[in-house]
């Protein structure tokens, strides 16, 4: 098997119970599986009670078919763990909204709205009970 270096790049932060991702680059399944674990170790504290998620992807520019499966097993974890609500902020291309929908769950608790503003995601997250 090839190992590739990562593609892709990602930051990361938690404020009061919403965990906030930015999303940049073109990435690959290395890129994932850094990402998954930062974003385990990041959200591990919050599992337990509801938390949201600000998924900012206007500058990401797609995943590799290889990384949707850990995308889906990340999500599920999370929401297993208390994850409710996600607002995404994507200004454009439908392309990316569909690849990003592979990983919705179907737990009836768990809600995602896209956005093309950060400042409307906040409001509705705010709107849902989670501040920052």
């Known amino acids: 098997m090839t190992v590739f ?8 932060s938690v404020k009061n119970r919403v965990f906030m991702v930015k999303c940049s680059g073109a990435w690959n399944a290395e890129s ?9 170790d990041k959200t591990a504290p919050l599992f337990g009670q509801p938390w949201a998620m600000l998924t900012d992807i206007r ?13 889906k097993k990340l999500l599920h974890l999370g929401v297993k763990n ?9 200004e454009q291309g439908v392309i990316k909204i ?8 179907d737990d ?25």
Request: hydrophobic share 40%; aromatic share 14%.
């Open 98 to 105: 569909k690849q990003f929908n592979i990983s919705m769950s």
């Open 32 to 40: 994932m599986m850094l990402y998954s674990k930062a974003c385990f």
């Open 5 to 12: 270096s990562p593609h892709g790049q990602y930051s990361m």
């Open 59 to 71: 500058d990401w520019e797609l995943a590799t078919p290889d990384c949707e499966t850990p995308l």
């Open 108 to 132: 009836p608790n768990f809600q995602r709205k896209f956005f093309t503003t950060v400042e409307d995601a906040l409001d509705w997250l705010s709107n849902e009970g989670f501040d920052i």
């Open 82 to 90: 208390g994850l409710c609500r996600e607002a995404v902020v994507n």
